[in-house]
C-alpha cells in the first residue's frame, strides 16, 4: 500500500502538474515565442555558415585534413548550442519563479496543499521542456555535421542527450537561487555566475580532454562530461571501475539528475521552516552525493592512469589531497548559510548553542558545524577507499592533509560565526560579510604575495608560508601540519570571541532580544 501511495503521488508530482502547465502556456502565449524560435535559428545558422567556413573553407586538401576539419565543425555546432542552452536556461527558471514572488503570490502557493516538491518540480518542467523545444529546432543545422560525414549518428544522439542533460543542470542550478533572490535581474546575474562559473571555467582541463579523446583515447573520467566542451567525444569514451568498462555518457547522466534533485531539495529547504522533511533530505542527500561523487572520481581516476602506484607517501597524499580540495569547493556556495546566524530574524536563524548532534540535519546554525565536518569526511573516504583498493596507500600523510583541509573549511566556517555576532541587521548582512572575507581571505593574498616575493627575490618566499599553499609541491609535511594548526587557532579564536558576543547581555540588547527568549 506505501509503495502504490508513492507511485501515485509521483505520478500526481510529474504528470500534468499545474504549475508546470501554466508556464507552458504562458510561454506559447502570443506571437513573441515565434519571433524569439526565428531570430534563434537564424543566429544559429548564421554562426554555423561562419563556423564552416572558419573551420572547413575552401581550397584542396588532403583527405585526413578534410575529416580533420569536418570533426571541428562538428564540436563547434554543439559548443555554440551549450553556450545558448547556457544563456536560455536560467533567465526561463528565474522569470517564472521571480514572477510568483513580484505578484506576491508564492506565500499563496505554499499555503495552498501542495508540497514545494510539487511547486518546483512544475517550475523545471517547464523550462525543461522549452530547452528541449529549442533543441529540435536545431537538429536540422547539427544534422549537417552527420551529413559531411564529421559524425556518426551515434555521437550525434549522444551529444544531444548531454546537452539535454547540461540543460537540466543549469536549470537545477538556479532553482534555489530563485528562491533565495527578490529580483528578476539579481537572480539571472547569480545564475549566470554560477552556471558559466562552474560550467565554463573548467574548460583549462576539459578542453585538453577534448582533444585527447578526439585523438582515440577512448578512457577518460566520467566527470569531465559535467562540463561543457566534452559532449562531442562522449560517445566512445567510458570509465574503468574495478576492472569493469562503463559508459561515460550513462555515468554522467545518472550524476546530474542526481545534482539536480540535490538543487530542487536546497531550493524546497529555502521555502520551508527549520527541521522541515526537505531540509533533512537535503543534508542526507548532500553527504551521499559527497561520498559516491568522491568515490566515483577517485575509481574513475585510479583506473584511468597508474601513476601514483609507486610514488612517495607524501606525493600520493598531495594528489588525493588536492583532488578533495576540489571536490570541496562547492562548499563555500553553502558556507554562508550553514555557518551564519541572527537573532532578529526568523526562527531557524537563531542559535541555540555553538554545536548540536541534534540539529545537525536541519537549518539550525549550531547543526552547521558538524554537518561540514561530515561532508569533508565522506569526500576524504570517498577518495582514500578507491585509492587503497587499487594498491595506492598514502599512509599518514593523508591524515596530515586531512588535518589542513579541515582546519581551512573550520576556519571559514568560524570566519561567518565571528561576522554574524557584529551583524546588528540581520542574516542577510552576516553572510555578505562572510562573503566579502571568503574572497579576500582566498583570493587577495596571492597577487599582493606574488608581487613581494617578485621584488624581494631570492631571500625570501612568503608563499612557503602563506596557509593555503599547503597542496604546492615539494612543500615538507611539517608544513602542511603547522598551516593546518594556524587554520584551527585562527578558527578557535574568532569561535571563542564570537560566543562571548553572543552570549553576553550587552550584544542581546544591541540585538533587540531577551536572552530568556533565546
Known amino acids: 500500500m506505501a509503495l502504490r501511495a508513492w507511485a501515485r503521488e509521483q505520478w500526481r508530482v510529474y504528470n500534468g502538474n499545474a504549475s508546470s502547465v501554466r508556464d507552458y502556456r504562458a510561454q506559447l502565449r502570443g506571437y513573441k515565442p515565434a519571433v524569439m524560435w526565428a531570430l534563434y535559428l537564424g543566429l544559429l545558422i548564421l554562426f554555423a555558415m561562419m563556423g564552416y567556413s572558419a573551420t572547413v573553407g575552401g581550397g584542396v586538401h588532403s583527405a585526413t585534413r578534410v575529416q580533420n576539419d569536418l570533426n571541428n565543425f562538428f564540436h563547434l555546432l554543439f559548443t555554440i548550442l551549450e553556450a545558448m542552452v547556457a544563456l536560455v536556461a536560467p533567465v526561463i527558471v528565474a522569470m517564472s519563479i521571480q514572477g510568483e514572488v513580484q505578484r506576491k503570490s508564492l506565500d499563496l502557493v505554499m499555503t495552498a496543499p501542495v508540497s514545494p516538491k510539487y511547486f518546483l518540480v512544475g517550475k523545471v518542467l517547464s523550462g525543461y521542456r522549452y530547452i528541449i523545444m529549442l533543441l529540435f529546432l536545431s537538429l536540422p543545422v547539427t544534422a549537417a555535421s552527420f551529413v559531411l560525414g564529421g559524425a556518426t549518428w551515434s555521437e550525434v544522439l549522444i551529444a544531444y542527450l548531454l546537452l539535454a542533460m547540461h540543460g537540466l543542470l543549469y536549470i537545477g542550478l538556479t532553482l534555489p537561487i530563485a528562491v533565495l533572490c527578490n529580483k528578476v535581474i539579481s537572480t539571472v546575474l547569480y545564475s549566470y555566475v554560477v552556471c558559466w562559473g562552474i ?99 577517485g575509481v574513475s581516476a585510479g583506473g584511468l592512469s597508474g601513476f601514483l602506484r609507486g610514488s612517495s607517501p607524501v606525493v600520493i597524499a598531495r594528489m588525493m589531497a588536492t583532488t578533495v580540495t576540489v571536490l570541496s569547493l562547492p562548499i563555500v556556495f553553502a558556507l554562508p548559510y550553514i555557518s551564519c546566524w541572527s537573532y532578529i530574524d526568523e526562527q531557524k536563524q537563531r542559535p541555540l548553542g555553538l554545536v548540536s548532534v541534534r540539529n545537525m540535519l536541519t537549518a539550525a546554525p549550531e547543526g552547521g558545524l558538524l554537518y561540514l565536518w561530515a561532508l569533508l569526511a565522506c569526500l576524504a573516504l570517498g577518495m582514500y577507499v578507491p585509492s587503497y583498493l587499487n594498491g595506492v596507500d598514502p599512509g599518514m600523510s593523508y591524515l596530515v592533509y586531512m588535518f589542513w583541509l579541515f582546519g581551512a573549511w573550520t576556519f571559514l566556517w568560524a570566519a561567518g560565526w565571528f561576522s554574524s555576532s557584529f551583524s546588528k541587521t540581520g542574516v542577510s548582512t552576516a553572510r555578505k560579510s562572510h562573503v566579502a572575507f571568503t574572497i579576500i581571505v582566498t583570493l587577495f593574498p596571492w597577487p599582493v604575495l606574488g608581487m613581494i616575493n617578485a621584488v624581494v627575490g631570492p631571500y625570501t618566499d612568503l608563499m612557503q608560508v602563506y596557509p593555503l599553499m599547503a597542496l604546492s609541491g615539494g612543500l615538507p609535511l611539517l608544513n602542511v601540519f603547522v598551516m593546518g594548526i594556524e587554520f584551527w587557532v585562527f578558527a578557535a579564536i574568532a569561535v571563542i570571541w564570537a560566543e562571548k558576543r553572543r552570549k553576553s547581555s550587552y550584544s542581546f540588547k544591541e540585538w533587540g532580544v531577551n536572552e530568556q527568549t533565546t
Not at 273 to 279: A, D, I, L, V, Y
Request: net charge positive; charged share 10%.
Open 199 to 297: 560550467g565554463f571555467l573548467p574548460l583549462l582541463i576539459v578542453i585538453p580532454m577534448s582533444s585527447v579523446g578526439s585523438m582515440g583515447v577512448t578512457e577518460m573520467p566520467f566527470f569531465l562530461l559535467l562540463f561543457p566542451g566534452t559532449q562531442t567525444v562522449a560517445a566512445s569514451t567510458f570509465t574503468t571501475i574495478f576492472g569493469a568498462h562503463f559508459p561515460n555518457w550513462i555515468l554522467a547522466t545518472l550524476m546530474i539528475l542526481f545534482i539536480v534533485k540535490f538543487m530542487m531539495l536546497a531550493a524546497g529547504s529555502a521555502m520551508t521552516r527549520k527541521g522541515s522533511k526537505e531540509t533533512r533530505s537535503l543534508r542526507i542527500h548532500g553527504l551521499v552525493l559527497a561520498l559516491v561523487f568522491s568515490v566515483l572520481v
